[in-house]
T-cell receptor, first 114, second 112 residues
Framework: DAGVTQSPTHLIKTRGQQVTLRCSPK?????VSWYQQALGQGPQFIFQYYEEEERQRGNFPDRFSGHQFPNYSSELNVNALLLGDSALYLCASSLEGDSSYEQYFGPGTRLTVT | QKEVEQDPGPLSVPEGAIVSLNCTYSNSAFQYFMWYRQYSRKGPELLMY????GNKEDGRFTAQVDKSSKYISLFIRDSQPSDSATYLC????????????FGAGTRLFVKA
């Protein structure tokens, strides 16, 4: 059973650049959520995608955008990178329905902005 | 005030000890309460979830929810060095999709 996969594992970018992170959900899951986890902090909710649309959004600026594809995979895009965007970006998948609070996380992409 | 408060620790215990991890929350709309375990440089792993007030047991782990006090706990019995990790509490509310809020995580070290 394929779990949640994310790519790349690590990424180093320069301030002002743009970045795209990718996520493939657990087999059978249709909902993808993205989180930002700063060092020593818990994951912070960025947004959630279901049926190829952004369904919910946390307190993040418009520089953060995403997309979900027909195969349920998803991308997270961050424009005009700031030093403060350095963090572990986590993708979590779930199956829409009564138990969709059960999320399964990928290993994350560690983004460093210099 | 944060919606979910969790003492970041670190918490250091000897092998075999009973560990108690706790979180408080302010939003009475939270419906589901979860505990995740996160090893260094890994993604969080769902350990347990509960819906109502009361206790839920799974092996060495017991999750406890007290909605009247807005307080949740995770107990680990007979702690092992392999339990050394960061434990994250999380709470979900349905707002046209489940939105999950995490605590800051408590770092636990179990010494052999």
């Amino acid at each position: 059973d394929a779990g949640v996969t994310q790519s790349p594992t690590h990424l180093i970018k320069t301030r002002g650049q743009q970045v795209t992170l990718r996520c493939s959900p657990k087999s059978g899951h249709d909902t993808v959520s993205w989180y930002q986890q700063a060092l020593g902090q818990g994951p912070q909710f960025i947004f959630q995608y279901y049926e190829e649309e952004e369904r919910q959004r946390g307190n993040f600026p418009d520089r953060f955008s995403g997309h979900q594809f027909p195969n349920y995979s998803s991308e997270l895009n961050v424009n005009a990178l700031l030093l403060g965007d350095s963090a572990l970006y986590l993708c979590a998948s779930s199956l829409e329905g009564d138990s969709s609070y059960e999320q399964y996380f990928g290993p994350g992409t560690r983004l460093t902005v210099t | 005030q944060k919606e979910v408060e969790q003492d970041p620790g670190p918490l250091s215990v000897p092998e075999g000890a009973i560990v108690s991890l706790n979180c408080t929350y302010s939003n009475s709309a939270f419906q589901y309460f979860m505990w995740y375990r996160q090893y260094s440089r890994k993604g969080p792993e769902l350990l347990m979830y509960t819906y109502s007030s009361g206790n839920k047991e799974d092996g060495r782990f017991t999750a406890q929810v007290d909605k009247s006090s807005k307080y949740i706990s995770l107990f680990i019995r007979d702690s092992q060095p392999s339990d050394s990790a960061t434990y994250l509490c999380a709470m979900s509310v349905y707002t046209g999709g489940f939105k999950t809020i995490f605590g800051a995580g408590t770092r636990l070290f179990v010494k052999a």
